[in-house]
């Protein structure tokens, strides 16, 4: 028997929520892979040195060689998964040797160019100078043989010069200022830098 007399019930709109991915790897000795590299390249490393050490140079070189290719591979690894403590840690040792790198590239990079525009620009300022004193030396004879027309040359030469020396000396101050400046930025850029694991849903 049918009974119609019954009661609606509104049920509400739930969101559905994001599905989870896990990823689920091999495991070797319950380990996996990327650290089973890593833990095999130590131990090929530190075979090798030992064997290097002992006087086996040929078999001692070939696991040093093989023990840094397999720690290149997990770290590559671990910067790129971040999963575990040693990931993360080995992920930002590199990070920041990385950094460490860029800011000395661009420190030696900054002050050696630096160092040389302002060693040529005081190269020409000392010719200007030099030519400054002979002007000097000019002038005083011209001002002493009342020669006007040459007396008002050679100091409209003297005031050339001394501007020319003084733009240059204020162009070899603004080389090191521009060093200077890029360095506390790259050096304010590795201070602030934070490596955050991507967000996954």
Request: avoid cysteine; aromatic fraction near 4%.
């Amino acid at each position: 028997m049918r009974n119609d007399d019954t009661d609606e019930i509104e049920v509400p709109d739930i969101p559905p929520s994001p599905p989870s991915y896990e990823r689920v790897e091999p495991r070797y000795f319950g380990v996996t892979p990327h650290l089973l590299v890593g833990a095999i390249g130590a131990a090929a490393l530190l075979a090798g040195v030992a064997l290097l050490a002992g006087g086996s140079v040929a078999v001692g070189v070939l696991l040093v060689v093989a023990g840094l290719f397999l720690g290149a591979l997990f770290a590559e690894q671990a910067r790129r998964r971040r999963d575990s403590s040693l990931d993360r840690a080995a992920a930002g040792a590199i990070d920041r040797s990385l950094a460490l790198a860029g800011f000395t590239r661009v420190t030696v990079v900054s002050w050696t160019g630096a160092g040389r525009r302002a060693a040529r620009l005081r190269l020409e300022a000392m010719g200007l100078a030099r030519e400054r004193s002979h002007v000097q030396y000019e002038l005083g004879g011209a001002v002493h043989t009342d020669d006007e027309a040459r007396t008002s040359e050679l100091r409209a030469r003297m005031r050339e010069l001394d501007s020319e020396i003084e733009r240059r000396g204020r162009e070899a101050a603004a080389a090191f200022a521009t060093a200077h400046r890029r360095t506390r930025a790259e050096r304010n850029a590795v201070a602030s830098t934070q490596v955050r694991r991507p967000w996954t849903s």
